[in-house]
């Protein structure tokens, strides 16, 4: 069982770009990943995920946005966001690709990104 770690959240102002990433403590070749986001008081969501064939689906609201990737070598997936917006802002987590979450790993603990207007 996989953990990830995420990493290269900060402060961006609206209409920016960022680039967040996520590294596996093991392999991740045969698995799909997905990237989360929780906003503060808020639940956390799905924001985009890749399968294992390198599919990809995204959230209505990023859509044509944000783009995910994953360098399986590196065990590590992207998410580049571009175009933020302040409703972006909110702590960014890896997990498998799925709604049952007993089949979710334990989570990290995220990037925070912030988007100011």
């Known amino acids: 069982q996989v953990q990830f770690v995420e990493s290269g959240g900060g402060l961006v102002q609206s209409g920016g770009s960022l680039t967040v990433s996520c590294v596996a403590d093991?392999?991740?070749?045969?698995?799909?990943v997905g990237w989360y986001r929780q906003a503060s008081g808020k639940q956390r969501d799905l924001v985009a995920g890749?399968?294992?064939?390198?599919?990809?689906n995204y959230a209505d609201s990023v859509k044509g946005r944000f783009t995910i990737s994953r360098d399986n070598a590196r065990r590590t997936v992207y998410l580049q966001m571009n175009s933020l917006k302040p409703e972006d802002t909110a702590v960014y987590y890896c997990?498998?690709?799925?709604?049952?979450?007993?089949?979710?790993?334990?989570w990290g603990r995220g990037t925070q990104v912030t988007v100011s207007p």
């Open positions: 997990n498998a690709l799925t709604s049952d979450p007993d089949f979710w790993v334990p």
């Open positions: 890749i399968t294992q064939d390198f599919d990809t």
């Open positions: 093991g392999t991740i070749s045969r698995d799909p």
